[in-house]
């Protein structure tokens, strides 16, 4: 399975501007490109490349969208349409690198090897430096065994360059706060990314597939939690704070929240693509594993409180439940 990174209609186009109200229009607009986005993070390609083909249609500067149309054309196998993507996203500095490093992988799997290495080039010459992929992406199979395959290898491998990535996602966030007379008396709050449930998580939940391993939880950037109190959760104390959340699986099944601590993640300068990667001091929370009669389809977090300072946090994605209780020693305001 590839690893990659992530004319008619034009007089129609113009029947509608004029029929449909600059707001309507911008409403509709926005509309498509939600749908588009949502369709791409479902990775149902299909959709996603025609919403994102509108969506280009009305937006021509929008990078991300060529990209992603690139991607999901790519992905359906429509490989002749997912270059011209490819080579427009290219034109975007931020896109660069990998459209050029993808626009290089449709042309290994077309069978036309200089083409594909002078692209291959050109993404090794925008800042395209994850050696990694080149020998597990079977786009490459193609030329792999090509002497110039190698060399270009080490001086992707051997570059200090560093690309930029632009993603604009949306975030959700969950909170418990404390209002006393005259102020705010303290909160604990968590902002995550929600990425869509797919019936591969199950299968690799299931089997157990990443047990060992910590994992990023959430989407994009980390996971944070906040709090500006100590409190106990699943039985163990936590400081007030701000940590990075992640999750591991044990061998034997069993799921821990880990909290990161902050400071030592962002001295490190690792995202949380490299979760797995930390090396400092945590906080395991043990947390117990459910499977629910429904499916939610998109991570959530939700933080209930009963009375004084006790309550639960539980975090919901597909037909799992995973959950601990929350005490928190009931903060006092400011004067009291």
Avoid at 88 to 110: P, R, V
Avoid at 132 to 142: C, E, P
Avoid at 190 to 196: F, K, L, R
């Amino acid at each position: 399975m590839s690893r990659r990174f992530t004319a008619a209609v034009a007089s129609l186009a113009v029947a509608v501007a004029v029929a449909l109200p600059a707001p309507a229009q911008e409403k509709e607009s926005s509309d498509v490109r939600a749908k588009a986005d949502a369709a791409f993070q479902a990775k149902t390609w299909p959709e996603s490349a025609e919403l994102y083909a509108k969506v280009v249609a009305a937006t021509p500067d929008d990078g991300t969208a060529w990209h992603h149309l690139g991607y999901s054309l790519h992905m359906i196998g429509k490989l002749d349409e997912a270059l011209k993507a490819h080579i427009k996203a290219a034109e975007f500095m931020q896109y660069a690198g990998i459209a050029s490093y993808n626009a290089a992988c449709a042309y290994s799997l077309k069978n036309q090897p200089d083409v594909a290495f002078e692209w291959l080039q050109k993404a090794v010459d925008s800042g395209f430096n994850a050696a990694q992929y080149l020998d597990t992406d079977t786009d490459l199979d193609n030329i792999r065994k090509d002497a110039r395959f190698a060399k270009i290898k080490k001086e992707a491998a051997s570059s200090n360059r560093q690309q930029a990535f632009i993603a604009t996602t949306p975030r959700a966030s969950t909170r418990l706060a404390f209002f006393g007379q005259t102020s705010n008396a303290g909160q604990l709050a968590i902002d995550y990314g929600q990425p869509a449930w797919l019936d591969d998580f199950g299968t690799a939940a299931e089997f157990k597939k990443y047990a060992g391993q910590r994992w990023r939880l959430g989407q994009d950037f980390w996971t944070s939690l906040d709090a500006s109190f100590d409190f106990t959760l699943g039985g163990v104390p936590v400081k007030a704070g701000q940590y990075f959340l992640a999750m591991k699986q044990s061998a034997d099944g069993a799921y821990t929240l880990e909290l990161l601590d902050a400071p030592t993640v962002r001295a490190a300068h690792l995202d949380a693509f490299g979760a797995q990667n930390y090396a400092g001091a945590s906080i395991a929370v043990p947390m117990q594993f459910e499977k629910t009669g429904t499916i939610t389809k998109q991570l959530q977090f939700q933080i209930t409180h009963a009375s004084e300072g006790k309550g639960a946090l539980s975090i919901l994605f597909g037909p799992y439940k995973a959950s601990a209780p929350l005490v928190v020693s009931m903060p006092k305001s400011e004067g009291a």
